[in-house]
């Protein structure tokens, strides 16, 4: 008897060490909650609710999967949130990450975080009435050059966004000063659009999205669009690179977790959103949204940031929103 209970004791130990050394292999084993830093409706909280949606429909997770709005800050509130978490949480992010803090608006960085994926891309364009004196964005940016003040150029919600350090990447490998525009800050792309059809401004930097209707019906001219090829339904609108400005502007979306997270948990979202993307769910909601796929995995999307950082903080000085 002696015996079998110190064979039963042994076999305990053993189940126990076993139970602990792969219990990284029971991840997840709480309910997941995707951060959507800001209030329900816009980008941040549809790619959280998307997220969302294809993991359960495709039963990629197991666990119940939460959508939670933690608006503030230019995401910062949402971000903080997250910060004190584990890893059965993630947040929804984007340039505003980075450039936040550059423009001394956060003191949070991306390294602060542990990045998961990039997932799509809005392009940007510019645009001018239907009327305009204006046949292509390289005429836009000759006037400029000739007179930096000639030209009043919309943009929303705030200057330091990507609408607004797109204009200012274009206007730099142009040749020009970008830190000398005359920018007209409206609350968002729906009132900068508005301003242009009612010729308060003459030329607008907004997400393709906002325009892309009014430039099918003919009500207002896209001169130019940030991506790399020309976009489906937009085949007449041509790309910046195509008008002599070297520059793919992406506005990009991500998700990224909390700090300290460890390999296993980083490869389990890997593994998991790296099956979301290629669903035929998730390709809906790029067309509906008119986004373009721009997945990359947690390596791919570390190396990404620290060279987007490397380019937002070019684009925040050329701007002349810091000293």
Known sequence: MKK????LLLMAILTACSNSASGNKEFP?????????ASPGGGWDLTARSIQQGLKDNNLVDSNINVMNKPGGGGEVGWKYLESK?????????????????LGQSQLTHKQFTPIA????????IAVPVDSEFKSAEEVMKKLKEDPKSLKIGVGPALGNNDHLSFVQAFSEYGGDPSQLDFLVYEGGGDVVTALL??????????????KDQHLAGKLKILAVSSEERIEE??????WQEQGVDMVFPHWR????PPDMTEEEIAYW???IGKLVKTEEWQKVLKNNDWDDFYKNSSETKSFLEEQEKQYKELVNNSGLVN
């Open 4 to 7: 079998i209970g110190i064979l």
């Open 198 to 211: 009612g010729n308060h401004v003459d030329v607008i930097t907004t997400a393709l999205s906002e325009v």
């Open 270 to 272: 890997d593994e998991k």
């Open 254 to 257: 991500g998700i990224m977790g």
């Open 118 to 125: 990039t997932l799509a891309t809005e392009w940007i364009s």
């Open 234 to 239: 937009l085949e007449d609108v041509p790309t």
């Open 86 to 102: 584990d890893a059965h949480y993630l947040a929804v992010n984007s340039s505003l990450l980075l450039t936040n803090n550059l």
């Open 29 to 37: 084993n709480e309910n997941i909650e995707i951060v959507a830093p």
